[in-house]
């Protein structure tokens, strides 16, 4: 019997309307057969959607674990590429010749300056 059949076969049983069902007609017209028939095929479609309930949570639990992952891997390569930026900014910076002192102290401020903001953005020192 499909699931369909089979819980119109329950819904027959409720309502006395044996002429209705499946599961009765299948037996030839035998109550107790019909019965037995109907709770076996019920049976096995609650362990059929149990089964099927099992391998969803499954599927979900997987798919959250590789969301999470992904989330994780996505953040630490957003701070690398962060600091990555940062110190080749810094580096660029330390080629430029300085002339005066002034300079070297607006530099020296300049690569605070971005060290702080790097902390700020990637929350780590």
Known sequence: MTDNEIINALKCCITNDCAKCKAYDETND???????????????LINRQKEEIERLEDMLDSAVTSEANAHYCYEDSKSEAIKEFAERLKRQFKIQPHFHTTTVICCAHFKDAIDNLVEEMVGEG
């Open 30 to 44: 035998k109550i107790v057969d019909c019965l037995h028939a109907i709770c076996r095929n019920a049976l096995d």
